[in-house]
Structures are given as C-alpha cells and as structure tokens.
C-alpha cells in the first residue's frame, strides 16, 4: 500500500475543489499526466491505484513528493497535510501538546481564542472536504462501471468500493467531530458548481453510522486485508468510537452500540496487545499489526511530505537531544512540541520511564515549567515518535520518516470498553473492563505493581489512563471534550486561555468555527454558535 501510495501521484481526479462550497468545479490539474477519472479505470490495476490515492490523501499534499503542485493553496504545504492539520486541532488544543512556534494561528489552539479566519482551521476544512471529494468521485466512477463487471475483479471491486465509503464515513466523522453541522456532499450530487446544503450532526451521525454498516459485509475481515488498508475490524472501530461519543454528537446514550462493536474487534482474535509499548511507534511499526487495527501509512521514499509523522518526529526534536543516532533524522529537528508541564505531573509520578514505561521524555536541558510559551527550553519534550525502527537502525530516509500513524488500536479500543461499561452499557462487565485496564498498565510497568482493583476504576480514572497511554495519538481533544473538561470544567493546563496557570474557556469552542472563506461562498451555510 505504500508503494500504491506513490504510483497514484500519477492520477488526475476530475472534479473535484478544495472548497467545501464546491464553487470551483472544473478540473484541477493536480499532475502535467493526462490520465484522469475517466480514463484510470480502462485497467483493472486502475481501481485499486485510484483508491490508494484516497489512503494516500491521509499524509500526502500534492503530486510531486515534499512540494511543488500542492493540491491546497497555503504558504507551507505541508500545512495541508491532513493528518499535520488534524493532530495540530487534537492535541495542540489540549493538555498534551504546546508549540514554541508564534506561527499565527497554531498558537491560538493552544490558548483556545480561535476565529473563523484562522489558517489551520481553514486547511483543516479544505483537506477534509476535498478527501470527501476524492472519495465521491471515486464512488461517482465506480457505479458507473460496477454492473459490467465480472468474477474475482467484480468482488475486488466491490471490496475497494466499501473501503471508499468507509474512508468517507471516517473523514465525515471527523467533520463532526469537529464542526458539528457541516455542508454535505456526497457521490449522488452532480459534478458542477453548487452550494451544498448543511446538515444536522444529527443526520450526519445517521448516514455514517448507516453507511458503514451497509458496507461491513462487504469489507474483509479483521486482520486479513492489505497492512494499512480498511477492514471490518476498523469499521467496527469507528463505529465504537462514534457510539461512545454519541452523547455529544447526538444527545443520545449509545454505550450498548459501544460495546457490541468494541467486542467485534476485541473477540475477533486478531488482536492483542504487543510485548514493547515503544515500539508501535517506530520506523517499522508495520510489524505491530497485533496491536494497530488501522494505520496512516507513511514511507520515507514513497511518502514524502512535511506533514504527518514527519511534521510530529521533527517538530517534536531540539535543544540537547541528538536528532539523528536517537531518533533517525539527520537533518534535524524543527524545535517545536512540548509536553505541558501539567500532563506531566498529573499522569506520571516518575517522568523517567523506570516506573511506567510510557513515559517517554526528554528532560535534560529543559525546564517543567513553562513561564514563556515561544520557549522551546520550557516544558518536557516527547520522545514517544521516532524514525529508528526497533533493532535500532534507521529509516530509510532521514528527513522524511517511515514511522507510520498508529490511528486506531486495541488498547484504545480496551479502554473504550471499560468506559463504555463504567457509563452505563450493557453487554460488557466491570471484572472484564478491569482485567483489560491492568493488561494495558502490566505492559506499562513490566509487571502487575501498576495493578489496580475495581475501587479505582471509575470515569476520572479513565481520562487520565487514556492521556497516559494514548498522548499524542491524536484523541486529547474528542476525549477532553466527552469529559466536559476540554473548555469548562476543572480541568486547566498551561496556558490555556491564554494565561499562564490556566482558565476556562467558552464552551462554544467546543466546536470549531465554519472558516469564513465557505461562509462567503455557500449562503446556505450558518456559523456555529458565539463565533
């Protein structure tokens, strides 16, 4: 799949725009190629190249490596990357992640006083609603041609297609996620300039969750696809994770959805956890597919970009660490991400790693305490990332990484269930829930010293277990939220709100603004509340 990734810089989609409005519809030259739409899928090598142009969407920017014919207009174009943009809203707006980059905009996330004219919000919009884009039309295309198909092709393609929906459902979750009410486009809707209507998170959550379970049957089974290629076991993850958020986005209890589908990926007997918890985010974390149910694939040949794990390995390295023997990059670390003093010292007693083994930080040269956020010197840096693979060598190559995302895996998916049944769920048990948390901190600490009994397992533990297992992974913000303690609540960190101890924001940042270039265009839209 990597190597798919790269071939499908070759393709011309028809189409398609990097507005949500869609108000620019003619086809956009993504590649001096003549090959387009219309014409990839006159082999039957077109249809699997053309769907992994979607999985490449996931990290890639444009069509000719690190920069040059960005699909998305900005001054960096590894800004655009989507998994770069996405982590940056996820965890740089929390209590896991602060940047000493004055970039405008980036800081705004961390002091949680953003508008609808900032710039990573903007690209974080673009990027998801022209992969929407991308997957309609590969959908648009597909159906046109499905019914004169025959044999092992026909059930391939049937196949491909059902990852398709799955990665739009996937990327519509995240637009409610995080915007809640969204302009909503799908394969029916006619190529051409138009302003779509804009849904209800309602309705969204109604056509994913129906979207994903017309296609599961036609999905492969857990563990039995292509590594970094959607099957049922991711299906039932998202669904799982969207069921567990499913007060937020809809009002509604869904924890016995939860963990119907928690215990499909848990009881497939795919999965289980991996001996060394750091190496399932090492340059051949390819080889932890025990553990990681879905991956964004990156390569350091095939992959390149300023975005993705590239953007979170080097911007995480600086000041005394030795960025190439200790993390695999020779050319450097950018200086940036820092853990907040207050994830520190609320999640972990010992900040050696002696203790619990996911404490992954480097200290020395750096202070706690973060008196200046623009300081790189200040706050704890994270190691967790590296471009080393887990004999020690190093990637391939030494600027861009072969570290893959580890989007979803089982520990989160046993963390889920313990929440899901501490909320209230039926079809799971607390003595269960317990033996999957322990499993998780056995692995953490080397033995069951880190053991907890069933009078410490209740939702504030939780929280807390998924920061210390899961920081960096890109859930803070969602899980923050589900909490009550991402804008209000008790819970403050450095700098957030833009003061130095800490202080509660608006809730109406609990969602992100509609940017303002779509408001512009598409008058059917209205802009989230207070913004």
Known sequence: MKTLISKLSLVILFGLSASACMSDLDTVPLNEQTINSATIFDTPEGYKQFLAKLYGSMTLTGQRGEFGLPEISAGDEGTTSFMR???????????????????????????????????????????IFINISYCNEYLREVDKRIDGLSGDLLADVKGYRAEAVTLRALYYYYAMDLWGNVPFITDQDDVGAFMPDQVSREFLFEFIET?????????????????????????????????????????????????????????????????????????????????????????????????????????AVGGSMDADNDYGIAAGGWSGHRMTSSFVEESFADVTGETDSRAIFHTDGQELEINNPVLFNQGYLCGKFKNLTSYGDKGKNTNFVDTDFPLFRLADVYLIYAEAVLRGGTGGDLATALAYINDIRERAYGDSSGDITSADLDLDFILDERGRELYWEGHRRTDLIRFGQFSGGTKTWDWKGGVKEGVATSDHYDLFPIPAFDLGLNTNLEQNPEY
């Open 211 to 315: 979207e994903l379970l017309d296609v599961i049957p036609d999905l492969m089974d857990p563990g039995t696809n292509e590594y970094a290629r959607i099957d049922k076991a991711m299906a039932y993850t998202l669904l799982a994770k969207m069921y567990l958020n499913a007060e937020v986005y809809i009002g509604e209890d869904r924890y016995t959805d939860c963990l119907t589908y928690a215990n499909l990926v848990i009881n497939s007997g795919q999965y289980t956890l991996v001996d060394d918890y750091s190496n399932l985010f090492k340059a051949d974390n390819h080889r932890q597919r025990d553990e990681i149910i879905f991956p964004i694939a990156e390569d350091g040949d095939n992959t390149r970009n300023y975005g993705g794990l590239t953007f979170i390995i080097h911007g």
């Open 85 to 127: 943009v996405y982590w940056s809203a996820q965890e740089m707006s929390t209590d896991e992640a602060i940047t000493a980059w004055n970039d405008p905009g980036l800081i705004n996330f961390h002091y949680q006083n953003w508008s609808d004219n900032n710039l990573y919000i903007k690209l974080l919009y673009q990027r």
